[in-house]
């Protein structure tokens, strides 16, 4: 029996229309075997949860450039909970501030990509921490 790919949702919550590297990485995880879904731009969290119980994800990837991460971030924990997704570990990335990384990780954010990480470095960390053999 053939192990199920791991499953990620790539979203941009909000109103940031930069979306390139949430594209790139899309595309990194894919070439790393993984089943990707991408939102598309300014998805609210409730959109973005709704998609996330639908695809029965095993990684929440948002993708913030705004400088809105921490409300976002918390608006989407939240909804993510309230629809029962609880296994699917989040992780941010984008134009995160070091001060910021210990009030996402109280939030439950499981990982903090910043514009310094590598492709690598995410599909490292995904490999590892989503639960499912790649």
């Known amino acids: 029996m053939t192990e199920k790919p791991i499953r990620v949702l790539i979203a941009k919550p909000g109103v ?14 894919m070439e790393a075997g993984m089943q990707v879904v991408y939102t598309g731009l300014r998805k609210s969290p409730e959109e973005i ?5 639908d695809l ?15 409300p976002l971030s918390e608006k989407v924990a939240e909804s993510l909970k309230a629809a029962g997704v609880t296994r699917a570990k989040l992780l941010v990335g984008g134009v995160i501030p070091a001060r910021d990384r210990g009030a996402l990780e109280q939030l439950g954010v ?4 910043g514009v310094d990480a590598t492709l690598g470095d ?9 639960g499912r053999a790649a």
Do not use: E, P, T, Y
């Open 122 to 130: 995410v599909v490292s960390w995904v490999r590892a921490n989503a």
């Open 49 to 53: 949860a709704k998609a996330a119980r």
């Open 56 to 70: 029965d994800a095993d990684v929440v990837g948002l993708s913030i450039m705004s400088g809105a991460h921490l």
């Open 110 to 113: 499981a990982a903090v990509f």
């Open 16 to 29: 940031d229309g930069h979306d390139v590297g949430a594209k790139v990485v899309c595309r990194a995880l």
